[in-house]
């Protein structure tokens, strides 16, 4: 196996901020460009994120937050979301699931042979629309374990790749855990590290990974927040998702720094 170096870069000033307003900085830089994406009212990290892109954007990313009376233009729910997707109306989204595997699949279904299941989860819903319509979907799961990160997953709720004679505008973007993130090259069909979280390593990454994974010759820590940015999260965009996650809300700027 080739060495890889690991570049500290900025990340050395993580110690400042705890792990969920590092993700919440990662999504919001995810996002750049973008001028409209959707949330879910279970998302409190990718809804902060998304916030706080939009406060950088000065307006021009314009944020729907299931679930909020205030942030939220749709009044039929889902339907127009659905709708949004398939006029081109949203450009980013977030998944997860509890199973994820190598080439994006992602399953929310249940483990073991389908239909008897050993575990039964909620189920996939409209993933699998919204998957092969918004072209920035990013996978978002904190937990980085061989349980979740699966060289296949049992049951493909959404997949992450189709064959070449399907039409498909959306697909996998970028995998964020609680370890590191990823970003899916298309023409690969596979993921390539793109940082280390600070506190973590390149082998704990491997270790906790079911599936194969590309990887540079030097790896970088994923950049800490800045003052001014912690500022805002701690301040205008804990504010602004009160409405829609009071309890994450109200644990934001006191949660204990990654290690």
């Known amino acids: 196996m080739s060495t890889v170096r690991i570049d500290p870069g900025s990340g050395e000033a993580a110690s400042?901020?705890?792990?969920?307003?590092?993700l919440i900085s990662v999504v919001a830089g995810l996002l750049a460009g973008c001028r409209h994406v959707a949330v879910g009212e279970s998302s409190p990290i990718p809804g902060a994120g998304?916030?706080?892109?939009?406060?950088?954007?000065?307006?021009?990313?314009?944020?729907?937050?299931?679930?909020?009376r205030t942030h939220n233009m749709m009044v039929n729910g889902s339907v127009e979301l659905f709708?949004?997707?398939?006029?081109?109306?949203?450009?980013?989204?977030?998944?997860?699931?509890?199973?994820?595997?190598?080439?994006?699949?992602?399953?929310?279904?249940?483990?073991?042979?389908?239909?008897?299941?050993d575990v039964r989860w909620p189920g996939s819903f409209g993933s699998s629309y919204l998957y092969f319509l918004v072209p920035?979907?990013?996978?978002?799961?904190?937990?980085?374990?061989?349980?979740?990160?699966?060289?296949r997953v049992d049951f493909v709720s959404a997949p992450g790749v189709s064959?070449?004679?399907?039409?498909?505008?959306?697909?996998?973007?970028?995998?964020?855990?609680?370890?590191?993130?990823?970003?899916?090259?298309?023409?690969?069909?596979?993921?390539?590290?793109?940082?280390?979280h600070p506190g973590h390593t390149l082998e704990e990454i491997r270790d906790e990974t079911g599936f194969e994974f590309d990887c540079p010759a030097r790896v970088d820590v994923t950049a800490a927040?800045?003052?001014?940015?912690?500022?805002?999260?701690?301040?205008?965009?804990?504010?602004?998702?009160?409405e829609i996650y009071p309890k994450f809300a109200a644990g934001l700027g006191s949660r204990l720094s990654p290690e």
């Open 16 to 22: 400042a901020c705890s792990q969920a307003e590092l």
């Open 50 to 68: 998304a916030f706080l892109a939009s406060r950088r954007s000065s307006g021009a990313l314009r944020v729907s937050a299931l679930g909020s």
């Open 83 to 117: 709708d949004l997707a398939a006029q081109g109306r949203i450009d980013a989204f977030f998944l997860g699931g509890g199973q994820i595997d190598g080439q994006g699949n992602i399953n929310l279904v249940g483990t073991g042979p389908y239909p008897r299941t």
């Open 136 to 151: 920035r979907v990013i996978l978002f799961r904190e937990e980085h374990t061989r349980r979740v990160m699966v060289p």
């Open 163 to 196: 064959a070449p004679n399907v039409y498909r505008t959306g697909g996998p973007y970028a995998l964020l855990t609680g370890l590191g993130l990823f970003m899916f090259d298309k023409t690969e069909q596979r993921f390539r590290l793109g940082s280390v």
């Open 225 to 242: 927040p800045d003052a001014s940015t912690l500022a805002l999260i701690r301040g205008e965009i804990r504010s602004e998702i009160a």
